[in-house]
């Protein structure tokens, strides 16, 4: 079994950041791609950003873009969101995901793409 947890969230002014974590335990993969992904109270869950599993390839969501950084540490089991210049429409519960890749190159975007997934931290964000 593998779990991811998340850490990092809180309470932060607009134009802050935070540093999300989300380290995975357990029975860990040869090899995964994991993304981010966020939900506010009555949205769907939404695609933040994703990184392979070589860390070659990341992509994010056009209201994320030059303000987040996704990274990630396979020596730790951990990837990271850090999360600058943060905007109030940037508060939702942030989740941590991770889908098994055998080529370490490919990166996913859907809710669906992914099997495995954190519990969520709470990022608000005041004006």
């Known amino acids: 079994q593998v779990q991811l947890v998340e850490s990092g969230g809180g309470l932060v002014q607009a134009g802050g950041s935070l540093r999300l974590s989300c380290a995975a335990s357990g029975r860990t993969f040869s090899s995964y791609a994991m993304g981010w992904f966020r939900q506010a109270p009555g949205k769907e869950r939404e695609f933040v950003a994703a990184?392979?599993?070589?860390?070659?390839?990341?992509y994010y969501a056009d209201s994320v873009k030059g303000r987040f950084t996704i990274s990630r540490d396979n020596a730790k089991n951990t990837v990271y969101l850090q999360m600058n210049s943060l905007k109030p429409e940037d508060t939702a519960v942030y989740y941590c995901a991770a889908e098994e890749d055998y080529s370490g190159s490919y990166y996913y975007v859907r809710v669906g793409d992914y099997d495995y997934w954190g519990q969520g931290t709470q990022v608000t964000v005041s004006s």
């Open positions: 990184i392979s599993w070589s860390g070659g390839s990341t």
